[in-house]
């Protein structure tokens, strides 16, 4: 599970003393910052968790703080504050990559429901991040040559297919593919193509 942390950016100091405290009480770890500077330099990419983002803040507003994480490849979950009328700010701050908005003042079960979401996508990156390094751990003791058959099988030829685009024979094909297959621990030519796909063949 990801790091439960929620970094609560927003100008507003009474906002930010009853979020923290409510969210504290809903089992969240939070750290608050008063602007986007102080925030900006408090965070790396080595950071975990969620961002609890105003729009409306001086000197740096919730967009430039959100352009200037994404400029950093600081990929936390971004959940936009929003006032009156900021609706059209928020759309643009989700067309940048945040995952919802909330409207003040909003409701504690709306707030803790899109931290919840926001971790969950957290949790299936983290598991997605696993499963891929572990299926190129795997391609990693393939040869060059059963490497390129599992991707003309990723391409979708047969092996005759294979044979006419590598220039060997058919049978040559044949062994390759069953080396390359229990290389892989694949007992199906679905699982070997999962696995390819994980690694990143076949990725545009």
């Known amino acids: 599970m990801s790091d439960r942390t929620v970094f609560l950016v927003d100008d507003d100091e009474a906002i ?3 979020a923290s405290f409510m969210l504290r009480h809903a089992g969240f770890t ?3 910052f008063p602007d986007g500077m102080t925030f900006l330099d408090a965070v790396s990419d080595t950071h975990q968790g969620c961002i609890l ?3 409306r803040m001086p000197g740096m507003d919730g967009l430039t703080v959100q352009s200037a994480l994404n400029q950093r490849g600081i990929n936390m979950p971004v959940i936009i504050l929003t006032g009156h009328g900021d609706v059209p700010v ?3 701050a989700m067309k940048g990559g945040a995952i919802e908005f909330l409207e003040k003042p909003y409701e504690k079960q709306a707030l803790v429901g899109a931290i919840e979401s926001a971790f969950n996508i957290l949790d299936n990156q983290m598991a ?3 499963r891929s390094r572990e299926a190129k751990a795997r391609l990693i003791d393939l040869t060059p ?3 390129q058959v599992l991707e003309c099988l990723v391409d979708g030829l047969t092996n005759k297919g294979i044979a006419q685009a590598l220039s060997i024979s058919p049978r040559t094909v044949e062994i390759h593919r069953a080396h390359m297959m229990e290389k892989l621990n694949a007992d199906s030519l679905s699982s070997a193509l ?3 796909f994980l690694a990143g063949i076949g990725a545009d």
Do not use: P
């Open 145 to 147: 040559r059963e490497r």
């Open 53 to 55: 983002l105003d729009v």
């Open 128 to 130: 997605n991040d696993i």
């Open 16 to 18: 930010r003393h009853s």
């Open 194 to 196: 999962r696995l390819a």
């Open 90 to 92: 928020a759309v643009e």
């Open 30 to 32: 939070v750290r608050t």
